[in-house]
């Protein structure tokens, strides 16, 4: 056997090897929505022996998970294109406009360190706002605080995008007559789409899969997102896995059908915004 043939037994192994370790807990999540509980906590077999729907049927019929799934998907949506519409219009500016001192630097400096500063910290502070506006378990509190969030990772995102397009294309449309603002929009918001396209789809990703804040400010199937509906299958004497399993599959369909139409957008945008 040549060193060449060695060299790639060992790559395929370990390639092998890694999208084992990636699928394993993926293919058991979803073998485990087609068991009984009783087969997932005793049994504790490779593949369903006895494949059911009922953990399925269940969700819909008794845990109220439409209305989860609702919930997320419309908590998701607007926040995401409200950030996305504030951010890029923030992005643009601290892109294009030169103040004293390089206080633009600072200032996207300083929305990056507001997106590092953990959660939890502010986890409190918020509840109390929205306490105070009365928005707690409402479609709106979510979309608010949601919003407030992903606006910091939009403009810190498409910030570099922006700086990638050259100012003589915006420019030139100015003194064809356009404004500041329809050249934005005409001009530069076009050619930063791949860029707009990956900022979405992180911020759709990182929104969706949200926990903590819509376990502080839900607590009604009215408002409660997927995480936070799918929490409430925890019991305080036991857990039901096999809904737990099911939930888990559901709500992850979102996200990979919603990946693989956008992939293409993914690779083209985080391509654009590495060069420099």
């Known amino acids: 056997m040549t060193p060449n043939w060695k060299l790639s037994l060992t790559r395929a192994a370990i390639f092998v090897l890694i999208l084992g370790v990636v699928l394993l807990p993926i293919y058991w999540m979803v073998a485990a929505s087609f068991k009984s509980n009783a087969e997932i906590t005793q049994d504790a077999t490779l ?7 009922d953990n399925y049927i269940r969700l819909f019929s ?62 409190i502070p918020v509840y109390l706002l929205m306490l105070s506006l009365k928005l707690l378990d409402t479609w709106l509190g979510l979309i608010i605080t949601y919003t407030a969030f992903n606006i910091t990772f939009c403009v810190w995102m498409m910030e570099s995008f922006f700086r990638e397009i050259p100012v003589d294309l915006e420019e030139a449309a100015m003194v064809d007559g356009d404004s500041r603002f329809t050249a934005f929009r005409r001009i530069a918001l076009p050619l930063a789409a791949p860029g707009l396209a990956a900022t979405a789809i992180f911020a759709v990703i990182v929104t969706f899969n949200e926990f903590l804040f819509a376990l502080a400010l839900t607590a009604t199937p009215r408002a409660m997102t997927m995480p936070r509906g799918t929490a409430t299958l925890i019991g305080r004497i036991d857990t039901d896995w096999a809904s737990m399993s099911a939930a888990g599959v559901l709500g992850a369909l979102p996200i990979v059908v919603f990946a693989l139409l956008v992939q293409r957008h993914l690779v083209r945008g985080l391509t654009m915004g590495a060069v420099k």
């Open 47 to 53: 593949y369903p022996h006895v494949w059911t729907f």
């Open 62 to 123: 008794e845990k109220e998970f439409a209305n989860y799934l609702v919930n997320s998907l419309v908590a998701t949506v607007v926040s995401v294109v409200l950030a996305l519409i504030a951010g890029s219009l923030g992005a643009y500016a601290i892109a294009r406009f030169h103040l004293k001192y390089r206080l633009e630097r600072k200032i996207g400096l300083s929305l990056l360190t507001l997106r590092i500063v953990p959660p939890v910290v502010i986890l």
